[in-house]
């Protein structure tokens, strides 16, 4: 089946590193994505990886991708106030109309 | 540049009320989507238009009908209200069904029930 598993929440401080975790079940899946989204906004793409990956790097997010367990997870150096969001990851499955499954969200909460 | 422009952007109603959420993007985006979003779910995906004059069920589709007016703009009604219709709906855009295409969101529609 098709499921998507994210812890609800994340707590750090201002220039710590937060990781947050994903799980998907479909092994089938072809591109994993992580989307951010602001309070009272809509969400906006951070980042993306090709399930031929093990690992992607854009400036302050690194995204690291096990294949074997299924996980991914998004790391984000030296975590600002402005990271305070709620962070989404996604699969996207080949075969099955190419849509999105949405994991529940993290809420990252950055302390100063 | 607008981008994925919804309305209305809040809406109280009564149960068995009906009402259109309007959604329409300037990018010139093939494929069109509606999502809801609640506490500790994720975004659901409620009904898909990977092109124009085509509409497709999602996870969630009970309850709601879309129409696909053109390329730019899909709509999604809510025919006899209930509560359990309260949340976020978000409309999105892609230039291609899924796959690496970045899905551009709304702002959202925040729908209560009463």
């Known amino acids: 089946g098709e499921d998507v598993e994210q812890s609800l929440f994340l707590s750090v401080r201002e220039g710590d590193s937060s990781v947050i975790n994903c799980t998907y079940t479909?092994?089938?899946?072809?591109?994993l994505y992580w989307y951010k989204q602001e309070p009272g906004a809509g969400l906006q793409l951070l980042t993306y990886?090709?399930?031929?990956?093990d690992m992607k790097q854009d400036q302050r997010l690194t995204v690291l991708l096990n294949k074997k367990d299924k996980h991914l997870s998004l790391r984000i150096a030296d975590t600002q106030t402005g990271d305070s969001a709620i962070y989404f990851c996604?699969?996207?499955?080949?075969?099955?109309?190419?849509?999105?499954?949405f994991g529940q969200g993290t809420t990252l909460q950055v302390k100063p | 540049n607008a981008g994925v422009t919804q309305t209305p952007k809040f809406q109280v109603l009564k149960t068995g009320q009906s009402m259109t959420l309007q959604c329409a993007q300037d990018?010139?985006?093939?494929?069109m989507y509606w999502y809801r979003q609640d506490p500790g779910m994720g975004l659901r995906l409620i009904y898909y238009?990977?092109?124009?004059?085509?509409?497709d069920k999602g996870e969630v589709p009970n309850g709601y009908n879309v129409s696909r007016l053109n390329k730019r703009e899909f709509s999604l009604r809510l025919e006899s209200a209930a509560p359990s219709q309260t949340s976020v709906y978000f409309c999105?855009?892609?230039?291609?069904?899924?796959?690496?295409?970045?899905?551009?969101f709304g702002e959202g529609s925040r729908l209560t029930v009463l």
């Open positions: 999105a855009s892609s230039e291609e069904r899924g796959a690496a295409g970045e899905l551009f």
């Open positions: 479909d092994s089938s899946s072809t591109y």
């Open positions: 990886i090709f399930s031929n990956m």
């Open positions: 996604a699969e996207v499955i080949w075969g099955n109309t190419g849509k999105l499954i």
């Open positions: 990018m010139n985006h093939n494929s």
């Open positions: 238009s990977a092109s124009e004059g085509t509409t």
